[in-house]
């Protein structure tokens, strides 16, 4: 089944404690990008990547790092979370050309206290 | 500055009427648009998509209006069903040269179809 796989999908973390959200595609697609979703203010793009090495940001890309270094793998880090990350992340891929569907992850619902 | 624009948090149908989502957007440059559905604890899924070249695509009970010099277009469900209901969100993608493009997300409209 074609599918983006994110883990976890609820994580509680505290203040400065770095994390890593693994998101993992088997459609051996180009394009990654991560979002984040907050009430009010839809899905915001945090970085994305092209192709394997090539990473750019995105909207909101502040606290956050990315990497690049297989095609199917396109890991978050949050290298000291801080509260106001807490939010419900995306991670999406697609084919750069065409319709520009993307293909959504399910979800990683991440609280930072 | 919001470039894609969702001006309804929500909208409530009749089974078997029809739904129309509205989005309006303000970039000239965006060459596709497409419609995403969001259930809860779930990612959104690609719905529906329309080249800025078109100003209508069908697929089923679902068909996208572009009206381009109203900078608007709409996503129309007929009939409404009630596992319609979910989150909808409008999206334009822009092409910045070769390969590389940006999506721009609306805020999501929530569509609840009542029985």
């Known amino acids: 089944e074609a599918q983006v796989t994110q883990n976890p999908r609820y994580l509680i973390t505290v203040t400065g404690k770095k994390l890593t959200v693994t998101c993992s595609q088997n459609?051996?697609?180009?394009?990654m990008s991560w979002y984040r979703q907050d009430p009010g203010l839809g899905l915001r793009q945090i970085y994305y990547?092209?192709?394997?090495?090539?990473?750019d940001k995105g909207d909101v890309p502040e606290g956050y790092k990315v990497s690049r270094k297989e095609k199917r793998n396109f890991p978050l880090i949050l290298e000291s979370p801080s509260p106001n990350q807490t939010s419900l992340y995306f991670c999406?891929?697609?084919?750069?050309?065409?319709?520009?569907?993307?293909?959504f992850g399910s979800g990683t619902r991440l609280t930072v206290v | 500055d919001q470039q894609v624009k969702q001006n309804s948090p929500s909208l409530s149908v009749q089974e078997g009427r029809i739904s129309i989502l509205n989005c309006d957007y303000t970039?000239?440059?965006?060459?596709?648009f497409l419609w995403y559905k969001k259930y809860p604890a779930e990612g959104p899924t690609f719905l529906i998509s329309i080249s800025s070249i078109k100003d209508k695509n069908e697929d089923g009970r679902f068909t996208v209006f572009l009206n381009k010099s109203a900078k608007h277009l709409s996503l129309h469900i007929v009939p409404s069903q009630p596992g319609d209901s979910a989150v909808y969100f409008c999206a334009a993608s822009e092409r910045r040269g070769g390969s590389n493009y940006k999506l721009t997300f609306g805020k999501g409209t929530l569509l609840t179809v009542n029985p």
């Open positions: 999406a891929s697609s084919r750069l050309q065409g319709d520009y569907g993307y293909t």
């Open positions: 459609m051996n697609h180009e394009y």
């Open positions: 970039n000239s440059m965006f060459d596709y």
């Open positions: 990547s092209m192709n394997v090495e090539v990473t």
